[in-house]
């Protein structure tokens, strides 16, 4: 089972300000890496898959990178809808698919 | 639009046996992709049990596979969970979701439902 690393755990962000994400899987997951932001009682939303590809209406200000072990999500100007708990996930080699502890994004 | 609703008992005794129900609307269960199962204790991560394509193949998560089974009913347009010989480590809520066509990514998730383990 692939191990997936979330830091940090907490990140507190001014609005406005950029934010970075870091994901690390405990051996290769090529580009085969998601990731999901989850607000408080609802279900996770797809954000990014194939480590850098938006999902559907997801705003351009969310943008992924990475390949390998190495993952980033960045989100170049935090709005208040952002403010939420995002989860990294890979699918490379399943089952099962992995998903890292989150991070969760909270308000500076 | 596809919609997904899960459904089930929201209490179940230590030892029995989980059931769940995702019934899928707006969009056929025959479709190119997987449909599978997600859970989350509360407070915690997001772990995946098991996917299943319209045609019966399953995957299952290799720590859970010997309580769980994922079934498809596609005259009914949903499939199933069961989780055998549960336990209070089994609380969580259940969420059912649209998995892309290679079984990668969930997609489109329903609202989840909280299942908890006690007597």
């Known amino acids: 089972e692939i191990l997936m690393t979330q830091s940090p755990a907490t990140l507190s962000v001014s609005p406005g300000e950029r934010a970075t994400l870091s994901c690390r899987a405990s051996?290769?997951?090529?580009?085969?890496l998601a990731w999901y932001q989850q607000k408080p009682g609802q279900a996770p939303r797809l954000l990014i898959h194939?480590?850098?590809t938006r999902a559907t209406g997801v705003p351009a200000r969310f943008s992924g990178s990475g390949s390998g072990t190495e993952f980033t999500l960045t989100i170049s100007s935090l709005q208040s809808e952002d403010f939420a708990v995002y989860y990294c996930q890979q699918y490379h080699n399943w089952p099962p698919r992995t998903f890292g502890g989150g991070t969760k994004v909270e308000i500076k | 639009q596809v919609h997904l609703q899960e459904s089930g008992p929201g209490l179940v005794k230590p030892s029995e046996t989980l059931s769940l129900t995702c019934g899928v609307s707006g969009y056929s269960i025959t479709n190119n992709d997987y449909w599978g199962w997600i859970r989350q204790p509360p407070g915690k991560g997001l772990e995946c049990i098991a996917s299943i394509y319209h045609t019966g193949v399953t995957y299952y998560n290799p720590s859970l596979k010997s309580r769980v089974t994922i079934s498809v009913d596609t005259s009914k347009n949903q499939f199933s969970l069961t989780l055998s010989s549960v336990t209070a480590s089994d609380t969580a809520v259940y969420y059912c979701?649209?998995?892309?066509?290679?079984?990668?990514?969930?997609?489109?998730w329903g609202q989840g439902t909280l299942v908890t383990v006690s007597s």
């Open positions: 979701a649209r998995q892309s066509h290679g079984g990668g990514t969930s997609n489109d």
């Open positions: 194939a480590a850098s």
């Open positions: 051996q290769s997951v090529s580009s085969d």
